[in-house]
């Protein structure tokens, strides 16, 4: 059990919170936007914190079964380093479905961390 | 340099070249949004000389670290200079000072023109439907004069000619880049194979702004006034500049609009062909909205590099690192609807 609370996404949400409550309708202009960003910046964090080490997890876990399937002689170290260079060496298929689909739900958990509204705009 | 010291020696370096017998500083402040270099907005009250009366103008700088991939003032000068002589509405160049004791670096001075560079503004309803149309149209004629400037060109010796096909170099740009940076991209290097493989037949090069988009332009009354940031302008396949001005990246939230987030394709196609007499391929213009997401994605490495290595510490640049997945979101769809259109399945 964890001694020390409240935790680091609880914290972040509040001072974001403090930031948009309190400071926000207090400046103008260029530091509005700066207030902004910072909010912005303190959302993506406290969602990376949320995900875990799940979205990786899930990443890596999705690498490994398309090496079983495609590559299964460098299935057993396969990350998202050896993706990049297999696919940049043409181990890979580039027109290959599987490939696809795994490279898009990379993203779409990356996307989920950093700007959940691109996916829903798009 | 003092902001004080540095208008006045400005003033100064601007009465002798108009020859005027006085001058006073009016206004003189910095203006925003140049990472590379620093410009100013200065206005001068001038006697006698060439340009008497109230004077409006920009003055640009190298900022102490330059972006090696960008030109130099001097050089950014020189492609100001073959534009305006081409007929570009661009802020007419001036006098360059490459003589370092004025200010303690390379500037020059050009017109200041009227109107809002800004997105916001631009795309966020200021512009009437008809006003965004006729706008697209003329970003067409202006870039279908830039492209009749091919090389070579005297003056612009600096700009090297690709030995390869303009797409090709750009491939190997990038790959060289993302080998050279410690983290793994998978969609970037997908999506550099798929330009690889699909590039289009090599054609002519000709002057290219190279970074032509909402932002780097001034609008007035719905009428461009000027283009403005050239310090990336090349040698290269005249689709580049349409294709992204058309990127998804630079439409601000009006997705149908896919001009800039002004107009439509084919406003931007029938100003260009009036200018060159030639309709721009669209194939070749969709194959070129594909680089420029995988560029854009790759300015967006860079900048987060400043930031991770702690060269330049901001807010501004870690974010728009974070910004990566977009890119490469619709780098995924947009490639994955050619392949369908060609019906060389990749299935989404």
Same mark, same amino acid.
């Given at each position: 059990?964890?001694t020390?609370?409240?935790?680091?996404?609880?914290?972040l949400?509040?001072?974001?919170?403090?930031?948009l409550?309190?400071?926000?309708?207090?400046?103008?202009?260029?530091?509005?936007?700066?207030?902004?960003m910072?909010?912005?910046?303190?959302?993506?964090?406290?969602?990376?914190?949320?995900?875990?080490?799940?979205?990786?997890?899930?990443?890596?876990?999705?690498?490994?079964?398309?090496?079983?399937?495609?590559?299964?002689?460098?299935?057993?170290?396969?990350?998202?380093?050896?993706l990049?260079?297999?696919?940049?060496?043409?181990?890979?298929?580039?027109?290959?479905?599987?490939?696809?689909?795994?490279?898009?739900?990379?993203?779409?958990?990356?996307?989920?961390?950093?700007?959940?509204?691109?996916?829903?705009?798009? | 340099?003092?902001?004080?010291?540095?208008?006045?020696?400005?003033?100064d370096?601007?009465?002798?070249?108009? %020859?005027?017998? %006085?001058?006073?500083?009016?206004?003189?402040?910095?203006?925003?949004?140049?990472?590379?270099?620093?410009?100013?907005?200065?206005?001068?009250?001038?006697?006698?000389?060439?340009?008497?009366?109230?004077?409006?103008?920009?003055?640009?700088?190298?900022?102490?670290s330059?972006v090696?991939?960008?030109?130099?003032?001097?050089?950014?000068?020189?492609?100001l200079?073959?534009a305006?002589?081409?007929?570009?509405?661009?802020?007419?160049?001036?006098?360059?000072?490459?003589d370092?004791?004025?200010?303690?670096?390379?500037?020059y001075?050009?017109s200041?023109?009227a109107?809002?560079?800004?997105? *916001?503004?631009?795309?966020?309803?200021?512009?009437?439907?008809?006003?965004?149309?006729?706008?697209?149209?003329?970003?067409g004629?202006?870039?279908?004069?830039?492209?009749?400037?091919?090389?070579?060109?005297?003056?612009?010796?600096?700009?090297?000619?690709?030995?390869?096909?303009?797409?090709?170099?750009?491939?190997?740009?990038?790959?060289d880049?993302l080998?050279?940076?410690?983290?793994?991209?998978?969609?970037?290097?997908?999506?550099?194979?798929?330009?690889?493989?699909? $590039?289009?037949?090599?054609?002519?090069?000709?002057?290219?702004?190279?970074?032509?988009?909402?932002?780097?332009?001034?609008?007035? $009354?719905?009428?461009?006034?000027?283009?403005l940031?050239?310090?990336?302008?090349?040698?290269?396949?005249?689709?580049?500049?349409?294709?992204?001005?058309?990127?998804?990246?630079?439409?601000?939230?009006?997705?149908?609009?896919?001009?800039?987030?002004?107009? %439509?394709?084919?406003?931007?196609?029938?100003?260009?062909?009036?200018?060159?007499?030639?309709?721009?391929?669209?194939?070749?213009?969709?194959y070129?909205?594909?680089?420029?997401?995988?560029?854009?994605?790759?300015?967006?490495?860079?900048?987060?590099?400043? %930031?991770?290595?702690?060269?330049?510490?901001?807010?501004?640049?870690?974010?728009?690192?974070?910004?990566?997945?977009?890119?490469?979101?619709?780098?995924? *769809? $947009?490639?994955?609807?050619?392949?369908?259109?060609k019906?060389?399945?990749?299935?989404?």
């Open positions: 059990m964890k020390s609370r409240p935790e680091a996404g609880d914290l949400a509040t001072a974001r919170q403090e930031l409550d309190t400071l926000l309708p207090e400046v103008s202009g260029a530091l509005k936007y700066q207030v902004l910072s909010a912005n910046a303190m959302k993506i964090a406290g969602r990376e914190i949320e995900a875990g080490v799940s979205t990786e997890q899930q990443a890596l876990d999705g690498i490994r079964r398309l090496y079983a399937e495609l590559l299964p002689e460098s299935a057993d170290n396969a990350n998202e380093q050896s990049a260079d297999d696919i940049r060496r043409r181990r890979l298929a580039n027109d290959n479905a599987q490939l696809y689909e795994l490279l898009m739900n990379i993203t779409r958990s990356k996307l989920l961390i950093s700007n959940p509204k691109y996916l829903k705009d798009r | 340099m003092a902001q004080s010291g540095l208008a006045s020696a400005l003033a370096y601007i009465a002798i070249q108009t %020859h005027a017998s %006085h001058v006073q500083v009016e206004d003189f402040n910095r203006l925003s949004g140049g990472a590379i270099q620093d410009n100013y907005a200065l206005s001068l009250l001038l006697e006698g000389g060439d340009q008497p009366g109230r004077q409006h103008y920009v003055v640009r700088c190298d900022a102490p330059g090696s991939a960008s030109l130099t003032r001097p050089q950014e000068f020189a492609v200079k073959q305006f002589g081409a007929g570009v509405t661009v802020p007419q160049p001036f006098w360059l000072c490459d370092k004791r004025v200010i303690g670096q390379s500037f001075v050009m200041r023109a109107g809002t560079a800004s997105p *916001q503004k631009l795309v966020g309803g200021e512009l009437s439907e008809a006003q965004g149309s006729e706008l697209a149209r003329q970003f004629r202006e870039l279908g004069r830039l492209h009749q400037i091919r090389p070579p060109v005297s003056g612009l010796a600096f700009l090297a000619v690709p030995a390869g096909s303009a797409a090709r170099t750009r491939i190997d740009l990038y790959r880049y080998a050279a940076i410690d983290e793994p991209h998978p969609v970037l290097e997908w999506a550099l194979n798929w330009l690889e493989d699909n $590039q289009p037949d090599s054609g002519p090069l000709t002057l290219c702004h190279c970074d032509f988009r909402t932002g780097n332009y001034m609008v007035d $009354q719905g009428r461009l006034t000027a283009m940031d050239w310090e990336f302008a090349t040698w290269s396949d005249p689709a580049e500049d349409l294709g992204w001005l058309c990127s998804r990246s630079w439409r601000f939230g009006a997705d149908d609009r896919e001009v800039g987030g002004i107009g %439509h394709k084919s406003d931007l196609f029938s100003g260009y062909e009036e200018a060159t007499g030639e309709t721009p391929d669209p194939n070749r213009v969709a070129w909205e594909v680089m420029a997401l995988v560029r854009w994605a790759m300015i967006a490495l860079q900048q987060a590099g400043r %930031h991770l290595s702690g060269e330049q510490s901001s807010l501004e640049l870690a974010l728009t690192g974070r910004m990566l997945p977009q890119m490469e979101y619709d780098l995924l *769809q $947009q490639i994955s609807e050619r392949s369908n259109a019906g060389t399945g990749i299935p989404l």
